[in-house]
């Protein structure tokens, strides 16, 4: 299955359903799947994309399509972020800022053991909102700028 044999197949779901929460998440599939089109990717990517769209057999199942696709959807955007370093828009900002939201409500609650400061959870955890915004921004930026990043929202 192509890229744009997917996409129309997509489309027919999204002409077929009423309920918004299926509309949206086929509208995000097909927005990959034309950023991924509209991205300057070589031959051999695009064939070994097809090949996971044909193994990922998205038009065998009848019943319960929504949940199958969704399952599919996941396993797509994990392959190409791991076979071909492709995010989704914002990625490393949202993993940067739960990371460090962590680290820094951990370095917070040492803080407050040792020193007796209140509110040094608090403190911590947003100080690190902070930096992992800041670091995921970046790193968002500069996915951007190599032409790695899938855009979901048109």
Known sequence: MNINEASSFLENLIKETDKKSEIKFYKNFVNILLSLKNMNITEEQVILIEKKLEELDLTSIEQKKFKYLKWRFLKFTIYLEKEFSFVQEEYYLSLGVGLWICFGIGLGAALWLNFGIANDTTTGMLFGMFIGGMVGKYMD?????????????K
């Open 141 to 153: 930026i500069k996915a951007k700028k190599e032409n790695r990043v899938l855009w979901i929202k």
